[in-house]
């Protein structure tokens, strides 16, 4: 699990990072559509199998904890494999259509993005066409994937937490609380940063038509239209 997390944190971080780093490095703020839709697809991709993963790790560590005789037994390599591969199946079934419903828009109006990477309603955002669907489209994603995997991993550290308070000595509660407190700072990481970018968008002011710099630099990244 740790393995795939960090490959998919991989795909995740060199699905933006590069482009904004051309932008703030080199002034690059151009990107055609394609590939604005492409890194679309890859970031949000990436953050839904990470979501996923992160669940299972959950999953993971309350086994370990409230079944460790029956740890192997219930996670072994074969378990594994399909959880991972049904996180990747599930992510790239809830992703995949998003890059539909932005490509049959048309864009008639400014073709600039006032954020670093593209992303689905941000870039929704700039067509002159109805963009309801992908409004709703872009609300149950994250309800029926990401929501629903936080609630599972509250759900099952509360489970954790039961089972820890029951044990009789203190060094063992100690010991279960510390194999978690890694899991929890990686998820608040995740977390927070996710749906602070998802309020933003989907509550926050319209897009300006130009994005400068104090120092004169754009911070934007544009397509040509």
Aim: hydrophobic share 50%; with cysteine.
């Amino acid at each position: 699990l740790l393995s795939l997390l960090a490959f998919w944190d991989l795909i995740l971080s060199t699905s933006t990072v590069p482009k904004a780093l051309s932008i703030f490095w080199f002034d690059d703020t151009n990107i055609s559509f394609g590939g604005c839709v492409t890194q679309l697809f890859f970031m949000h991709f990436a953050f839904v199998v990470e979501s996923g993963i992160l669940l299972a790790m959950a999953f993971d560590r309350y086994v370990a904890i409230c079944y460790p005789l029956k740890y192997t037994t219930i996670l072994n390599y074969g378990v594994t494999g399909k959880i991972g591969a049904a996180v990747v199946i599930r992510s790239f079934a809830t992703v995949f259509p998003i890059v539909f419903l932005v490509k049959r828009l048309p864009f008639c109006r400014t073709n600039i993005i006032a954020h670093t990477f593209c992303e689905h309603m941000g870039l929704a955002k700039l067509a002159c066409a109805d963009i309801t669907i992908n409004i709703w489209y872009g609300i149950s994603v994250p309800l029926l994937s990401v929501m629903l995997d936080m609630v599972t991993i509250v759900n099952s550290y509360g489970l954790i937490l039961r089972a820890v308070f029951k044990l009789p000595s203190h060094d063992a509660r100690m010991k279960a609380l510390s194999t978690c407190g890694s899991h929890v700072c990686v998820i608040l990481m995740f977390y927070i940063p996710g749906i602070f970018t998802v309020i933003v968008q989907r509550f926050g002011q319209k897009n300006p038509q130009a994005c400068p710099h104090p120092a004169g630099q754009s911070l934007c990244s544009s397509f040509p239209p």
